[in-house]
């Protein structure tokens, strides 16, 4: 076979350069278009950072120290900054009449308990209790009603007697008995009430004593006599000890008989009414025995005493 002359066209590989073709020649790959090169620009290097001069490498920067600690609270410091809150005081004038009148209403609160207090033993009472009281107050009304007749009439027997010398001197005599009843200058007879007091060491004094003889006077008592002392208008009682009391002097023990000549039903009512003499002793864990009699004898005496300076004007 008759061998050709020309070369078999070089297929290129990957990595070769291109190789140059004659134009026409068959084969050959076409040509890119032409591209007009566009101008880049400059490209601007930074220029390097200023070295440092040589010397010791500079120092570290201190860490920051770190915050004080709180100061301990010292004992006593809360307190001292309350009381130089309050104290020297920083009122005004407003505040003076605010607590002025602060003041006065608790006064008044203060003195309406008070007075409620005291009387809550009569608005705590009964109605029988209530009733008795009234009776007593009605029965010494009376009482009352009849001494004022009493003395009318003596009144106009002196005034329409024949013998008025003889009448004024029989009137005379029975006021001399009765003053005598009451001075105790005399004995004295009739019905009433005897009383027993017993208490536990201390527990009867002798304010107890004389609250119950005014409640007897009070009620219509007219003799009175406790352990043989005749109780008068002039007698006085104080504590002697812790179960004695002396009475105008003459020191008495327990057990006190009081003897009493008056009428029973105004008398007994009288020491139990609600807040009187029998409950306060019995509160003392005192007991008070009653008991209302037909005839009682009062016979302690006082001797009569002369006055120094005070004369009859009759």
Not at 4 to 10: G, R
Not at 237 to 264: C, H, K, L, T
Not at 275 to 299: C, H, K, L, Y
Request: hydrophobic share 35%.
């Amino acid at each position: 076979m008759p061998v050709s002359d020309e070369t078999p066209p070089h297929s290129p590989r990957p990595g070769d350069p291109p190789a140059a073709y004659p134009e026409g020649t068959p084969g050959a790959p076409s040509a890119p278009p032409h591209r007009p090169s566009v101008p880049r620009p400059p490209v601007q290097r930074r220029p390097p950072p200023p070295q440092p001069p040589p010397g010791p490498p500079p120092e570290r920067a201190a860490s920051p120290a770190p915050p004080p600690a709180a100061p301990e609270p010292r004992p006593g410091a809360g307190r001292r900054r309350l009381v130089d809150a309050v104290w020297p005081p920083r009122l005004t004038r407003s505040q003076l009449i605010v607590a002025l009148l602060l003041f006065v209403l608790g006064l008044g609160l203060a003195i309406q308990v008070r007075s409620t207090g005291e009387s809550s033993a009569l608005r705590g009472a009964r109605q029988e209790d209530l009733v008795r009281i009234l009776d007593e107050l009605d029965d010494r009304t009376q009482r009352l009603e009849d001494e004022r007749e009493r003395l009318e009439d003596q009144k106009a027997e002196l005034e329409n007697s024949s013998d008025r010398a003889e009448e004024a001197r029989r009137q005379t005599e029975a006021k001399e008995r009765e003053l005598g009843v009451l001075a105790g200058t005399v004995a004295a007879e009739g019905p009433g009430i005897e009383i027993t007091v017993r208490g536990p060491e201390g527990a009867v004094e002798a304010d107890m004593l004389l609250d119950t003889i005014q409640e007897l006077r009070a009620a219509g008592a007219e003799a009175i006599q406790i352990n043989g002392v005749r109780v008068v208008a002039g007698t006085h009682f104080a504590d002697a000890g812790e179960n004695d009391v002396a009475i105008d002097g003459r020191r008495v023990s327990q057990p006190y008989v009081f003897r009493v000549i008056g009428r029973a039903e105004d008398l007994e009512p009288a020491l139990n009414i609600p807040g009187g003499v029998v409950q306060t002793m019995e509160e003392e864990q005192a007991t008070v025995s009653i008991e209302p009699r037909d005839t009682v004898i009062v016979d302690a005496l006082r001797r009569a005493k002369r006055p120094d300076y005070a004369r009859s004007s009759s």
